[in-house]
């Protein structure tokens, strides 16, 4: 069973930096696209970042000069570093694995709250 779990996420000041890191078990994910989502409170859940197997990325136009995914196939963990962090990226941040095969991300984290006081 695919399982992922997140860690790395805390209280931060404004203009701070965190690092969240997503190990995925029962998968081995080098094919598979993974994926870094966030939700506000009160707010829909929202695409922060994307690690495409190919080794490209992409980002979500609010995070992108600020925020960088990676990934470590061998330790089968993704990772985003969140630099010049903003009271408004205080969310729970969410990974997520769109294994081959599948239409879009199936597999979820439990989510991980990053918190940016001002």
């Known amino acids: 069973q695919v399982q992922l779990v997140e860690s790395g996420g805390g209280l931060v000041q404004a203009g701070g930096s965190l690092r969240l890191s997503c190990l995925v078990s029962?998968?081995?994910?080098?094919?598979?696209?993974m994926g870094w989502f966030r939700q506000a409170p009160g707010k829909e859940r929202m695409f922060v970042a994307q690690s495409w197997s190919s080794g490209s990325t992409s980002y979500a136009s609010d995070v992108k000069g600020r925020f960088t995914i990676s990934r470590d196939n061998a330790a089968n963990t993704v990772y985003l570093q969140m630099n010049s962090l903003k009271p408004e990226d205080t969310a729970i941040y969410y990974c997520?694995?769109?294994?081959?095969?599948?239409?879009?991300?199936?597999?979820w984290g439990q989510g991980t709250q990053v918190t940016v006081s001002s």
């Open positions: 029962g998968r081995t994910f080098r094919r598979d696209h």
């Open positions: 997520a694995i769109w294994r081959v095969g599948s239409n879009n991300y199936d597999y």
